[in-house]
């Protein structure tokens, strides 16, 4: 497996707002790889053209060598806003993709049943989204999206709603299963912590226009867990990425969006 962005540009509000500038990234089999940047410097609207609900104005987008440019259904999208449809349980929610695939209700519902302990939500299959905390909530989006068992998972900024502790739980969870199925992920978020815990790689973004400003190679042993983060070789990436990301702000420039 493998996922090639190439030289993405796109623009928005006929061509005034550059999003992405000359963006190039790859992501191989079973790889764990993040986008860390600033808010607004293109992240989601990357991935929207990863998975064909949006087109970039120029460069290519290649899954194992082939053009996926604006099909649909070649990835697996946890898109930042959790989309988990209110009127129905957890349970018929995470089926969805299934349902998409045309698996039978009843067979869809068996095999999703079986995932529920190991996405923490054992006892909550009839239970309706508004009752869930924030951390059941994102688990429940996550396994929808893993149930739809593309290649590559894209996840858009998961835990960014999640306080510190609950946080902190969720990555110990995700990097537990990530171990068991090592489907490839690509990780939004704007958390310096989060990005180096995770990764293997690391695409640091600038701010709008998003331009990649460094690839960074985490090479921290796994498994690894919180306490991971308080090593010397975490603090010294750390340092590298707060110096790539601490590009000085042009005051004399109009601040837009
Ligand atoms: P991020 O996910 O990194 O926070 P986004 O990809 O959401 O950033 O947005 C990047 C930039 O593109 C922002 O300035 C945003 O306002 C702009 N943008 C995103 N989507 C649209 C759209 N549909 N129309 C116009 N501008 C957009
Ligand atoms: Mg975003």
């Given at each position: 497996m493998k996922l090639d962005v190439r030289q993405i540009i796109k623009t928005f509000a006929d061509d005034t707002v550059v999003a992405l500038q000359d963006v190039s990234l790859h992501v191989d089999e079973g790889e764990f790889v993040s986008l860390l940047g600033p808010s607004g410097c293109g992240k989601s609207t990357l991935l929207n053209m990863i998975s064909g609900l949006s087109l970039p104005d120029e460069g290519d987008i290649l899954l194992n060598g082939r053009s996926i440019v604006g099909q649909r259904g070649q990835v697996s999208y946890m898109p930042q806003?959790?989309?988990?449809?209110?009127?129905?349980t957890v349970l018929d929610n995470v089926i969805v993709p299934l349902e998409v695939q045309g698996i039978r209700r009843k067979d869809a519902r068996r095999e999703a049943l079986e995932l529920l302990p190991l996405f923490g939500l054992d006892g909550f299959a009839e239970s309706y989204p508004s009752v869930l905390s924030g951390g059941m909530r994102q688990r429940a989006s996550f396994l929808r999206t893993y149930l739809d068992k593309k290649e590559v998972m894209l996840l858009d900024e998961p835990f960014a709603s999640l306080d510190e502790i609950t946080r902190m739980r969720m990555h110990d969870w995700l990097m537990e299963i990530w171990q068991k199925f090592r489907r490839s992920i690509i990780f939004v978020t704007h958390n310096i912590d989060e990005a180096i815990l995770l990764s293997d790689r690391i695409y640091v973004f600038s701010a709008?226009?998003?331009?990649?400003v460094a690839e960074v190679e985490v090479n921290l042993p796994r498994?690894?867990?919180?306490?991971?983060?308080?090593?010397a070789r975490f603090t010294s990436l750390k340092n590298d990425l707060l110096d790539y990301l601490s590009e000085p702000l042009d005051i004399n420039k109009p601040l837009s969006r």
């Open positions: 806003k959790d989309a988990l449809f209110p009127w129905r709008r226009p998003g331009r990649v498994p690894r867990n919180v306490r991971s983060s308080t090593s």
